[in-house]
């Protein structure tokens, strides 16, 4: 890569910069619980995640907005009638974390909450960031109360900017626990095609259709009571590559047996690899500072 070619990359990355507002309302962050009884919620949390002039985004702290959030914005009530579920916003005092909390509106028994009879599935929402690096976290934690088994998907997404159309590396890790309610089991496992729990795609058409990226983790497992679920870690491995990467999405699917918890945190990341003509432009560069550094010194010493 010449000079001339060098400058004319790099204005091509300024200016695809100032497209950042239309790349970054791709962002993205879905959920979906379905039960064998056919029962089946959906929410769409898009509206909790805020970004930066860097494309990095993170979840919005509640104590910045009304502290409910339903059917995909900030509400001062809830409005029962036109969806009844919806998340409210609290700080865990003993952590002092704050965290999104959601529950179906359905309790297990019908009628009113108890201790007794809870509600039918609920999730505690504590992390969804993304980087322009580019990167994607989340952490959440998912409550089965039902008698039955319960599948999961958890989706998130992010633009990619500058996009990624060379040789790449990527990489994915999920950890968390399990719980069993009164020392049962709890089981947790893949669901539909998928060998394992959290998989980590690639797009050319911002989120329209995915690749994968080759670096899906989380195996089957359970525990009796209480159990740690991994850490479960990808090797670094060379990314797929002949399209030009604008949006990535990281998703957890899983079923989640009956009366359990189950606690994932999730990472995904995908890093170019410099050409060899930019590792040769970056070290002509540094040459050049230290010539002119040394130049300096020199010139000082004369004046001495």
Request: avoid cysteine; charged fraction near 10%; hydrophobic fraction near 40%.
């Amino acid at each position: 890569m010449t000079v001339k070619k060098y400058i004319r990359a790099a204005f091509s990355a300024a200016l695809s910069l100032t497209a950042f507002s239309t790349l970054a309302a791709n962002n993205s962050a879905m959920l979906t619980i379905s039960q064998a009884d056919g029962t089946v919620w959906q929410e769409n949390m898009s509206g909790l995640l805020v970004v930066d002039a860097q494309n990095n985004f993170s979840m919005v702290q509640g104590s910045t907005t009304t502290g409910l959030f339903q059917n995909g914005t900030f509400v001062s009530a809830i409005n029962n009638a036109a969806h009844p579920d919806f998340w409210q916003w609290s700080v865990d005092a003993a952590t002092s974390v704050g965290s999104w909390n959601w529950h179906s509106s359905q309790t297990v028994s019908g009628g009113s909450t108890s201790t007794s009879n809870p509600w039918m599935s609920a999730l505690s929402l504590s992390n969804i960031s993304g980087h322009g690096d580019p990167d994607l976290s989340y952490a959440f934690s998912a409550v089965n109360n039902n008698l039955t088994s319960q599948t999961y998907t958890f989706a998130v997404g992010e633009a990619i900017l500058p996009t990624v159309g060379t040789a790449n590396n990527v990489y994915a890790d999920v950890a968390g626990g399990l719980t069993g309610k009164g020392g049962s089991t709890a089981a947790i496992s893949p669901f539909g095609m998928n060998t394992a729990i959290q998989q980590f795609q690639l797009s050319a058409d911002m989120g329209n259709s995915f690749v994968n990226a080759g670096v899906d983790v989380g195996p089957a497992t359970s525990a009796v009571g209480t159990g740690t679920y991994g850490t479960f870690a990808s090797n670094t491995i060379a990314g797929p590559t002949g399209q030009t990467w604008n949006y990535m999405q990281l998703t957890s699917k899983f079923t989640l047996s009956a009366n359990s918890r189950a606690s994932l945190v999730g990472f995904a990341s995908v890093t170019p690899v410099p050409e060899p003509e930019s590792y040769a432009l970056f070290l002509a560069g540094l040459g050049l500072m230290g010539f002119m550094a040394r130049r300096r010194k020199l010139a000082g010493d004369l004046h001495i």
